[in-house]
């Protein structure tokens, strides 16, 4: 059974940083792209990064380039987001997810929230 | 800028009605196009891709149509647990876009 667990979400205040992990299972990780799609309270969906399946190819939304940092590590089957400089519109749910074979996201964990606030 | 629109916002239906979601892209995306539901407290759950392909374990009375910029997802009738928002996706070389959503809601 595919599963993806995210940790690492919380409170910081505007200008802090955080690190989620999102921790896969039930399918060979190293095969797949991964990416961490993000919901503002209320709002809809925002993708946020997406890395391939070595690491090499690397994309982001416009919004967090230069400020977050995606990276994975296959021994570990382990994605994950380094978020730097927060501000409070970064608050949000964020969730990992596989992309499939297609250019869409098959598997979703449950998110860790991000709060952004003084 | 990709945009993906997503008509209409709400749609009020009852359960055994037929629901028709539309959405419609700035650019052709040819059948790259995916439909996802995401019910309250729940991450969204993937429905279609490729326009027209059910994922595994959804049910027959989701379909999924279109080509190019306009692209419609239909329930057939409508059950009790159907009652969600949905998303329409797109993916055009490496930037991923999603659609703002239809909320489905008991009339």
């Known amino acids: 059974e595919v599963q993806l667990v995210e940790s690492g979400g919380g409170l910081v205040q505007p200008g802090g940083s955080l690190r989620l992990s999102c921790a896969a299972s039930?399918?060979?990780?190293?095969?797949?792209?991964m990416t961490w799609v993000r919901q503002a309270p209320g709002k809809g969906l925002e993708w946020v990064a997406h890395?391939?399946?070595?690491?090499?190819?690397?994309h982001y939304v416009d919004s967090v380039r230069g400020r977050f940092t995606i990276s994975r590590d296959n021994a570990k089957n382990s994605l994950y987001l380094q978020m730097n400089s927060l501000r409070v519109e970064d608050t949000a749910m964020y969730y990992c997810a596989r992309e499939g074979s297609g250019w869409y996201f098959d598997f979703w964990g449950q998110g860790t929230l991000v709060t952004v606030s003084s | 800028e990709f945009v993906l629109t997503q008509s209409p916002a709400t749609l009020s239906l009852s359960p055994g009605e037929r629901a028709t979601l539309s959405c419609r892209s700035s650019q052709s995306v040819s059948s790259s196009l995916t439909w996802y539901q995401q019910k309250p407290g729940q991450a969204p759950r993937l429905l279609i891709y490729?326009?027209?392909k059910r994922a595994i374990g959804i049910p027959a009375r989701f379909s999924g149509s279109g080509s190019g910029t306009d692209f419609t997802l239909t329930i057939s009738s409508l059950e009790p647990e159907d009652f969600a928002v949905y998303y329409c996706q797109q993916r055009s070389n490496w930037r991923v876009t999603f659609g703002g959503g239809t909320k489905v809601e008991i009339k």
């Open positions: 039930g399918f060979t990780f190293s095969s797949h792209w």
């Open positions: 890395i391939q399946q070595g690491g090499n190819e690397i």
């Open positions: 490729d326009a027209s």
